[in-house]
């Protein structure tokens, strides 16, 4: 019994300091509980500390900086290439305090007159970037850019590119925007397209094919009751007036509607076989995506003059080439297989 109340004393003697700093657990629950603390503070002072201008531009630096083009998302399928200015970096964090939900614009503006082209915003940071940290990637993209028949097609015309700068600006914890960094000029390039194709080098193709329209104007399709929607389309031919025999050749329509301006395509209508020089194509229609709804063919005609002029450009190209135009043509303001209705509803 006596041996059994030593065991138990030994048992229940509480260890020291020294003796429990012996123990490599007491320093890993020391070391978190510090951790944890400092992370404390530092999300504290973050929260409740107001930054000035000066703040906030002596705590930025920009650092790995890439601005140029990059394709754009569009919401109309089919639609021409669309590329948008961009402007990417990292920061680094030259300051005394933790950078924390910092706000960034980046205005870009065109070089000639220095007047904005368009502009795009990023919110970053949502975990602290520690004093003589540097951040990941941050990019920026313009809401506005440029339209065009492909990408090839904007390096083709490369010189007539109006050239854009980029300037930056930040905000965080209530202070108002601050420029950060300097002037930035946008690389005329478009990320991600392949710069080993031979943009200068032209087909000429369409120097070889001769276009006739031989019809153009609307295609109907009735919906429920006597509602109709229609298509304004073209149909033309094409004669090969070269030297040389063409083959898979393959056709893109860009129609224009006036009044907004938006352009939508429809299709790649193709001819597979061979085109002998001299020698005459079938008949090849294209239409547009988008139409015009109305509640009757009759209220259409009893308002054809406010209907929107089309055109639509004519694209070719084979398969060694890029598209080239053949064409800018007006849509006549007629329905296919509809006679033309004079009297008026009253």
């Known amino acids: 019994m006596e041996n059994e109340g030593h065991l138990f004393e030994e048992y229940v003697h509480e260890k020291t300091i020294l003796e429990r700093m012996k123990n490599p657990k007491f320093w890993i629950k020391y070391i978190l509980i510090v951790t944890f603390l400092v992370l404390v503070v530092m999300v504290y002072k973050s929260f409740n500390s107001t930054w000035s201008k000066d703040d906030v531009k002596n705590s930025i630096e920009i650092v790995a900086i890439e601005a140029g083009w990059i394709e754009g998302e569009s919401e109309l399928r089919e639609t021409a290439t669309r590329i948008l200015p961009f402007f990417s970096f990292k920061v680094k964090n030259i300051g005394k305090d933790p950078l924390h939900y910092v706000n960034f614009e980046c205005v870009f503006e065109f070089q000639a007159d220095g007047k904005p082209q ?13 004093p003589g940290s540097t951040s990941h990637v941050v990019l920026i993209k313009g809401v506005n850019g440029y339209t065009a028949t492909s990408k090839e097609a904007f390096y083709k015309n490369k010189d007539k590119w109006k ?33 080993d194709i031979n943009i200068e080098e032209k087909s000429r193709l369409a120097d070889s094919v001769d276009i006739q329209i031989t019809d153009s104007g609307w295609i109907y399709k009735i919906l429920e009751g006597s509602n109709v929607l229609v298509y304004p389309s073209i149909k033309f ?6 030297d040389e025999l063409l083959s898979k050749l393959a056709f893109k329509g860009i129609f224009k509607f006036e009044k907004d301006g938006e352009r939508f395509n429809f299709g790649y209508p193709v001819i597979k076989g061979e ?3 001299g020698s ?7 239409r ?40 800018e043509y007006p849509v006549d303001n007629e329905i296919e297989g509809v006679k033309v209705i004079k009297d008026k509803q009253k």
Do not use: C
């Not at 368009?118 to 520690?130: D, E, M, R, V």
């Not at 420029?179 to 397209?193: A, M, N, P, S, W």
């Open 163 to 195: 050239k854009l700068n980029a300037k930056l600006f930040a905000r965080t914890k209530g202070s108002t925007y601050v420029r950060v960094g300097d002037l930035y000029q946008v690389e005329q390039k478009i990320t991600g397209f392949k710069t």
């Open 118 to 130: 368009t502009s795009g915003f990023h919110s970053a940071f949502n975990l602290p970037i520690p």
């Open 288 to 327: 547009s995506e988008y139409g015009i709804h109305a509640s009757s063919l009759q209220s259409l005609y009893n308002n054809i003059f406010e209907w929107d002029e089309v055109t639509v450009r004519i694209m070719i190209k084979d398969m060694n080439t890029i598209y080239e135009e053949l064409g």
């Open 275 to 277: 085109l002998k020089p």
């Open 237 to 242: 031919k094409i004669t090969n007036t070269g």
């Open 280 to 286: 005459e194509s079938r008949e090849i229609t294209m």
